[in-house]
């Protein structure tokens, strides 16, 4: 018999709704997911500023190059929620990430061969709607192998692999690129999907607890569980609370750095390549230092204080961007982003598994929050380009700097603490959704 389903109402997590459920996976699925982690960094590093590269080496003009990046960034912004969905929905995982991780081989390896107008349109929006599903995998499978409770230390470990992952990958393919070519680039992207293969194919299929994996612990039957309704999704206050300050650090965060880079790129012409190599890897550096022991503090510190202190980084740094274009100091202030990188990448799925606990809908709540950081990086290119042409960069950056705060005060005021591990007496905060 199945459970009714509870329609309009979720509660945030607490002792009642996500029950405790020892999983104990076996070392061979948790090793398997730290290489899937990996090798999918890598895999997926061979595309962003490399396409631009290699498609002007082809001659492409800038109309075409921004048409087809435009159309792969909107076909996966609108991918994310049916892609939650659909992993709501399926009960074996692994053989569609192994489908999903095939299709990005044959992406790239159709943008080496054939780099014609179609052939790079229709690789590049495959590329970004199979990549956007794949990183919404790992948080389920990792959800469905390891439990609730584990989750945010195993969330701390994908993000210690994955940045490892992407660090090696820049590292390695700026080599290929520099003793071959940019077109070997995406061969090399293809060839590393095969021990990402291989990586999926030592999980242990059985050990992913379907119903966990989309927030039903209780469930242990083969049958479809029941779900509560997506209007549940729009009365979840934390949940949209949550949405709406991620979109608003992603519309502050995603344009600082080109900001930066532009600005060093006339200030810093012989050495500016460098520079820029430095901001992009420093950060991952500290995520592969600290997201381990962020997951673990998540669990006795709570969510609410480690996502003010990630928030909050993010308009010190643009602070200190404003107040100076001195390489070393921006390299130095690049730190900050790790912290808010290492915070975000850990605490989004572990607070929409929180606040979607026993929903049924984990993976499509992934989804939706997807959506609004993708549609916030859109608006802050677009936006801070504005200010920078219209006020300069200095006013570019103080403009950033005052919407991460808009952020900060969002969680400050409105994101209760949506960990029962780490409530308080007295502490009644739990919301309606």
């Not at 459920?21 to 070392?27: E, G, L």
């Not at 077109?183 to 293809?190: D, K, N, P, Q």
């Not at 609004?372 to 802050?380: E, I």
Request: with cysteine; net charge positive; glycine share 10%.
């Amino acid at each position: 018999m199945v459970d009714a389903p509870r329609p309009h109402r979720l509660a945030v997590a607490n002792s009642a709704s996500v029950p405790v459920v020892n999983r104990t996976p076996s070392n061979s699925s948790l090793a398997a997911l730290d290489a899937t982690n990996f090798f999918l960094a890598g895999v997926l590093s061979g595309f962003g500023p490399y396409v631009t590269s290699f498609l002007v080496e082809q001659n492409w003009t800038p109309q075409n190059i921004g048409f087809v990046l435009t159309a792969a960034a909107v076909a996966g912004l609108l991918s994310q929620a049916p892609a939650g969905e659909l992993l709501d929905k399926i009960h074996s995982k692994l053989p569609a990430m192994m489908l999903a991780a095939a299709m990005v081989a044959g992406a790239a390896s159709a943008i080496a061969l054939w780099p014609s107008f179609p052939s790079v349109l229709t690789a590049l929006m495959v590329q970004a709607i199979v990549s956007g599903f794949l990183g919404l995998a790992i948080a389920s499978v990792s959800l469905g192998l390891v439990g609730h409770a584990a989750l945010g230390e195993r969330l701390g470990r994908n993000q210690r692999f994955a940045s490892a992952g992407g660090v090696f990958a820049a590292g390695f393919m700026g080599l290929i690129s520099y003793f071959l070519s940019y077109r070997a680039i995406f061969l090399v992207s293809a060839a590393l999907v095969l021990p990402l293969l291989a990586a999926l194919g030592f999980m242990k299929r059985s050990e992913i607890h379907y119903g966990t994996a989309c927030g039903i612990p209780d469930h242990h039957r083969e049958s479809p569980p029941a779900r509560a309704s997506l209007r549940s999704l729009w009365n979840n206050r934390p949940l949209v609370i949550f949405a709406c300050a991620v979109f608003l650090f992603q519309m502050a965060n995603a344009s600082m750095l080109p900001v930066a880079a532009g600005t060093l790129a006339q200030t810093e012409r012989a050495g500016s390549s460098l520079i820029i190599s430095a901001l992009i890897v420093a950060p991952q550096i500290i995520v592969v230092l600290m997201a381990p022991w962020v997951g673990r503090q998540a669990k006795t510190l709570g969510r609410r204080p480690l996502l003010l202190a990630g928030f909050a980084a993010l308009p010190a740094r643009a602070l200190v961007f404003a107040c100076t274009s001195e390489p070393f100091i921006l390299i130095s202030a690049q730190i900050l982003d790790g912290i808010s990188g290492t915070v975000l990448g850990v605490l989004t799925a572990l607070t929409i598994a929180d606040v979607t606990a026993g929903s049924g809908r984990f993976n499509l709540a992934q989804g939706a929050v997807g959506t609004m950081s993708g549609l916030g990086a859109s608006v802050s290119t677009a936006l801070t380009g504005q200010i920078m042409g219209a006020f300069g960069r200095t006013a570019a950056f103080m403009g950033i700097a005052a919407v991460g705060l808009t952020a900060v005060l969002v969680l400050w005021l409105f994101m209760p603490e949506t960990s029962s591990q780490a409530k308080r007496p007295g502490d009644n905060r739990s919301e309606e959704r």
